[in-house]
């Protein structure tokens, strides 16, 4: 139930790219309710849905006080990221290398992390034998991301 005091509303099922949305938003602290989209039952296909983001995907928030005053909804789970962070003055630097040092592991994780992990996920649990290729290329990426992500994080 949205109330006054929400203020962002999540749209969104239980997927790693929703958790990151709620992590920062917990993080900064919002006032914000879950409104969750069924993507197994096609919810995200709903006319409704699709207002808020042509491309059919979760997550989706709809900020009731937007960066211009305005209620505004922003997609993609990376642009939400930016978007809060900025809106809230915490976890993206205002300028500088440290601003684009956020962007560009914000980036990797985008562009890397979530595609291979998927990628890894389906050709380990759903895809038919006969996969042998797939399931190697994946894993070796898999864990060459991570491998990269371990180094950075024991380095700071």
């Known amino acids: 139930m949205v109330t006054e005091r929400t203020l962002i509303e999540l749209y969104g099922s239980p997927t790693p790219n929703v958790l990151k949305v709620i992590l920062l938003l917990e993080e900064i602290e919002a006032r914000y309710e879950i409104r969750r989209v069924d993507v ?49 003055g915490r976890f993206l630097p205002p300028a500088g290398w440290p601003r684009y040092e956020v962007m560009q592991w914000l980036m990797f994780q985008m562009a890397g992390h979530g595609p291979m992990s998927g990628q890894f996920n389906h050709f380990h649990m759903f895809a038919p034998g006969g996969n042998d290729y797939s399931r190697s290329r994946y894993a070796t990426d898999f864990n060459r991301l991570y491998g990269a992500t371990e180094r950075r994080l024991t380095s700071v």
């Open 40 to 88: 197994w039952k096609g919810e995200q296909f709903t006319e409704a849905f699709t207002a808020l983001n042509p491309n059919s995907k979760v997550p989706v928030i709809l900020d009731r006080d937007g960066a211009d005053g305005r209620p505004r909804s922003v997609f993609e789970s990376g642009a939400i990221l930016f978007y809060l962070a900025e809106k809230s």
